[in-house]
């Protein structure tokens, strides 16, 4: 529901008088479920939640096709730093419970970021990054059979 909320958020301008219904909408079904998630936020297609609950991705974030999200996740800016910014997240990308991706990095295609991981690097494409902090491994099949609704 997440993400049918958020894409028709997305459709009406800000000022419109659907806009701001759909905001509202949206913002009352953040609050009840525990989800933080902008309409001005680019998610490409395939955008899967696993579970409700506790999920913060910052608006000015990108976010590439099929990327799965699990509860818990925190995706931020960093205010300060060599990395200061917010991420950009590449394609078929999962990311387990608990895991934070803050500052201004990129994260490669056909990546698996594991529960509770800390990532403030640049993860390559075709990678497995465990722990905290971030130990990356590369796997060619970093996200077989992990991808839900891949379109």
Known sequence: MADY???TAQKH????FLGKFWRLVLRHY???YGFQIYPETQIGAGFYLGHWGS???NPKTIIGKNCNIAQGVTIAQANRGKHEG???IGNEV???PNAVIVGNIKIGNNVLIAPNAYVNFNVPSNSVVVGNPGIVSENLNATSCYINNKI
């Open 30 to 32: 953040q609050i009840k």
């Open 94 to 96: 999962w990311i387990g």
């Open 86 to 88: 917010v991420p950009e």
């Open 13 to 16: 301008s800000k000022g419109s």
């Open 55 to 57: 999920l913060v991705i």
């Open 5 to 7: 909320l958020l894409r």
